[in-house]
């Protein structure tokens, strides 16, 4: 159940969202971390689609304490962190998210995306690689490799991959 208070979403996950049931033999400790863990994903993630970089570091930040071996904790911190800028602990963020998952596509499309960012374009065409090979309709992966090779000046293999898009 999601509500909204002051424009920002709070979650109550009492109940898994993936099975629709409570957490097997969950302690109150542990599923207390989880729904704090869910919650604060939940908000990072509304401001982060609103374009408040600080507030949702705050919220992914909690996210990654509440529960430090979520990789998605750890991803999406490494999205709004490159979003502001610090390319070097967004790095490093998105490969511990991969050293906890490393079939996680959409880490491997972040690091990607930090790499094209940051002109190191073979780097981020393999990761895109890695990412279709885990996943391979993540539209994501095509338009970074794409744009990588678009500044690699390879126009071709890059509207090959738009081709594939559409």
């Known amino acids: ?15 898994s969202p993936a099975t629709g049931t409570a957490p097997l033999n969950a302690t109150c400790h542990s599923q207390r971390r989880w729904q704090t863990c869910a919650a604060a994903l939940e908000r990072g993630r509304y401001f982060s689609r609103h374009g408040a970089y600080s507030d949702a570091f705050n919220f992914f930040n909690k996210a990654a304490e509440a529960d430090p071996k979520n990789p998605e904790a750890y991803n999406r911190r490494a999205r709004v962190e490159w979003q502001l800028e610090k390319n070097d602990e967004a790095l490093e963020d ?4 991969i050293k906890l998952n490393p079939d996680y596509a959409e880490a491997f499309c972040t690091r990607a995306a930090i ?12 990761d895109t690689a890695l990412a279709v090979d885990l996943k391979p309709k993540l539209k994501e992966a095509y338009t970074i490799q794409a744009s990588a090779y678009r500044n690699l ?8 991959l738009m081709q594939k898009l559409a």
């Open 1 to 15: 159940t999601i509500v909204a208070t002051n424009n920002a979403p709070t979650a109550d996950f009492s109940i």
């Open 153 to 160: 000046k390879q126009y071709r293999e890059a509207d090959e």
């Open 115 to 126: 790499l094209n960012s940051t002109g190191n374009y073979h780097d981020a065409i393999v």
């Open 94 to 97: 998105v490969r511990y998210a």
